[in-house]
């Protein structure tokens, strides 16, 4: 009976160890499938080698009377994972295939206005990398030259053309590759010992001050390319104190000829077209008159020195007295020249900040305060002589006296100069007597009565800047609308609608709506030529971002810059004017 337990036992045992593997694998098979992703990570570990199988009992199985034939195998060691076959290295035809396959390509030329270039290390430029005003820096492959205006070039790859830098630095790096010549104007060349270049290193214009991190090079970056003269940035300190000095100079011009800067100044607020007209004449003829003093052999003296000091003393003198002028504009005409130069300066500064549009504003200020000093230097100041005084009327002739002259007489006697001899009958009979000499006048004619409401229109109140932009407004609008069609004829349309109708009307559709006018401040009535030159120098107004007609906001006539030049002003009407 004990013997009968004890197999049943060892048979169970047996059975347990048997299929426990199974109900194992049973289970593992039976879990859901998120449990998936967790699984994976072990699987890719390398198997662990199995722990040696625990005895099933304390009692071995041959003790209980289980042959040993009928006992459990060993487990059978686990297959060692087999070992990872390193891959075969890649050849050079299989390297520069993937290499290519990352590469891209630019079939076009590379161009930057104001931008940088950069050729990356797996780009290849296919025409040319140009960038002006920016740097240009290239790493991978150029085909063609490579050519910076303005700016650094940076070459660490390979150039197959030229390399050509105008007013900046060049830099080779130890892995540049260039095939054709390294050109610089105006800069520096700086060729690292590896760098391989097939041509020559050719330089021009050597120390001009252009070089990278150089004052000039800082100031092309930070001021010039972004169109203004002023910038903040390194290497600028000395660009400040310039401009401080020639500030004080301005000043110190104010304080030494306060009444030649207020002169200068008042010239361009009373004559502006002929100061506008004059600088341009005066522009154009300097080119002229440096060849012609050249060409006489004698005025080479002139030419080279007194010109260029001649014509730098009358921008910095017509400079001082147009800070003069915009000072005194805004605060005030009982402002001391000094002062108002002082006002001028910190207005245009901040202006000349602003990119692209301070450029444009600091030559403007140059142009004028250049033809302001010329047409001061060539206007003459003497006052106007005093017209002759006419002589007292003389007394009308008689109606008697005049009747019975002959008509001889009457006929050969000039209009005030001319005295005829009456005779009068005498009623006794007597010889007839000669009466006294009468003056014969000529009647003046009546003063004309368009002349004389012009002068009464110019003398109305002046209008200010809301009413007028709002009318400018509604014909921008009106314009827009009826050259839709064709947009490039906007601005000559503008011009033509605004000149059309202040010729033959004085006035605007906008203007009309609010009840103005533009009258000539002479009093006389607006001609083709006044309207012309008023649309067009509107357009100046515009284009400066709109500073022209901000000035009438700051003006004491109330005047835009295309007033000023026009010699016009804006009036309010006493009744309103139809169209028709």
Not at 149 to 162: E, L, R, Y
Not at 445 to 459: C, I, K, M, Q
Not at 542 to 552: K, R, S, T
């Amino acid at each position: 009976m004990n013997t009968t337990l004890k197999a049943l036992r060892a048979a169970s045992l047996l059975a347990a160890i048997t299929l426990f593997p199974v109900l194992a694998r049973a289970d593992a098979a039976a879990k859901p499938q998120d449990n998936a992703s967790a699984a994976a990570p072990a699987a890719q570990a390398p198997a662990a080698p199995a722990p040696a199988a625990a005895p099933a009992a304390e009692t071995p199985l041959h003790e209980i009377g289980v042959p040993a034939a009928s006992q459990a195998p060993a487990p059978s060691p686990a297959p060692a994972a087999p070992a990872a076959v390193p891959a075969p290295a890649p050849s050079e035809e299989h390297a520069e295939e993937a290499e290519s396959a990352h590469k891209t390509n630019h079939d076009d030329n590379m161009v930057a206005v104001m931008g940088s270039v950069d050729v990356l290390a797996n780009e290849r430029c296919e025409g040319n990398a140009v960038s002006v005003m920016g740097p240009l820096k290239v790493d991978g492959t150029v085909e063609g030259n490579s050519v910076c205006v303005m700016g650094p070039t940076t070459i660490n790859g390979s150039v197959h053309g030229n390399v050509v830098g105008v007013l900046g630095s060049i830099r080779l790096g130890p892995t540049a590759r260039v095939d054709g010549n390294v050109v610089s104007a105006g800069g520096t060349v700086d060729r690292d010992p590896g760098a391989r270049i097939g041509g020559n290193i050719v330089t021009q214009a050597r120390g001009l001050g252009f070089e990278q991190d150089s004052p000039a090079a800082s100031w092309l970056h930070h001021g010039l390319r972004l169109g203004r003269p002023l910038a903040f940035g390194p290497h600028l300190g000395f660009l400040w104190v310039l401009n401080v000095c020639l500030i004080a100079f301005y000043v110190l011009l104010a304080l030494v000829f306060p009444n030649g800067v207020t002169k200068c100044a008042d010239t361009l607020a009373r004559r502006p077209g002929i100061t506008f007209l004059t600088g341009i004449l005066a522009v154009l003829g300097l080119p002229v008159l440096f060849i012609l003093l050249l060409v006489t052999v004698v005025g080479i003296p002139v030419a080279v020195v007194v010109l260029p000091i001649s014509v730098l003393a009358a921008v910095m003198f017509g400079k001082s007295a147009i800070y003069a002028f915009v000072g005194r504009s805004v605060v005030g005409r009982q402002l001391s020249p000094a002062l108002a130069v002082i006002v001028g300066v910190a207005i245009l500064l901040v202006l000349y900040f602003i990119p692209f549009l301070g450029m444009a504003i600091w030559a403007l200020v140059a142009f004028l305060g250049f033809a302001s000093a010329i047409t001061t230097l060539f206007t003459s100041d003497k006052p106007a002589q005093p017209k002759a005084p006419v002589p007292p009327a003389a007394p009308p002739v008689p109606p008697a006296a005049a009747a019975i002259v002959p008509p001889v007489m009457a006929a050969a006697a000039t209009p005030a100069e001319s005295v005829v001899a009456a005779p009068v009958v005498a009623p006794s009979g007597e010889p007839p007597a000669i009466a006294a000499p009468a003056p014969v006048q000529t009647p003046v004619p009546p003063p004309v009565a368009v002349a004389a409401s012009a002068v009464s229109e110019a003398s109305l109140p002046r209008v200010g800047f809301w009413i007028r932009m709002v009318a400018l407004l509604i014909d921008l609008i009106l314009v827009a609308i009826v050259t839709s069609p064709l947009h490039n004829f906007f601005l000559p349309g503008i011009v033509a609608y605004g000149a059309l109708l202040w010729k033959f009307r004085g006035a605007t559709v906008g203007d009309i709506i609010f009840g103005i006018r533009v009258v000539r401040l002479d009093g006389a009535p607006i001609d083709w030529t006044t309207a012309v030159v008023r649309a067009l120098a509107c357009l100046l107004s515009m284009v400066m971002a709109g500073l022209g007609f901000f000035w009438i906001a700051f003006d004491a006539d109330k005047q835009g810059w295309h007033d000023k030049i026009a010699g016009t002003v804006v009036v309010k009407l006493p009744k309103p004017a139809s169209l028709v």
